[in-house]
């Protein structure tokens, strides 16, 4: 078992940015070779979103965020960060992170066994 916790969510004006943080301190995967790493978003109305994921040191980005968002890694300090810029008013969803032990080479979204509780992201005009 996992515990993930998010932070970093608030209000913005469009352009704007935020910066998220996933706290996976009780994670082991940190050391697993085949781990990944990910973020989602929900909006209201809309099905889960996969934006971004990363495994080892390969990440990837929905269109929708690609040149925008950024996913990192701070093993250091367990932490899983999306640095957000230039938000938009679509951006606007509950984001969370997840985490796999075990991970395809193209990620599937089934490998993502753990997740945190979401961070409401609210981007107005």
């Known amino acids: 078992q996992a515990q993930l916790v998010e932070s970093g969510g608030g209000s913005v004006q469009a352009g704007g940015s935020l910066r998220l943080s996933c706290a996976a301190s009780?994670?082991?995967?940190?050391?697993?070779?085949?781990?990944?790493v990910g973020w989602f978003r929900q909006a209201p109305g809309k099905d889960r979103e996969r934006i971004a994921t990363?495994?080892?040191?390969?990440?990837n980005y929905a269109d929708s965020v690609k040149g925008r968002f950024s996913i990192s890694q701070d093993h250091s300090r367990r932490t899983i960060d999306l640095q957000m810029n230039n938000l938009q008013v679509e951006d606007t969803a509950i984001y969370y992170c997840?985490?796999?032990?075990?991970?395809?080479?193209?990620?599937?979204?089934?490998?993502?066994?753990?997740w945190g509780q979401g961070t409401q992201v609210t981007v107005s005009p």
């Open positions: 997840a985490v796999g032990d075990d991970c395809y080479d193209d990620i599937r979204s089934s490998d993502f066994q753990y």
């Open positions: 009780t994670w082991r995967g940190w050391t697993y070779a085949r781990s990944c």
């Open positions: 990363r495994m080892r040191a390969t990440t």
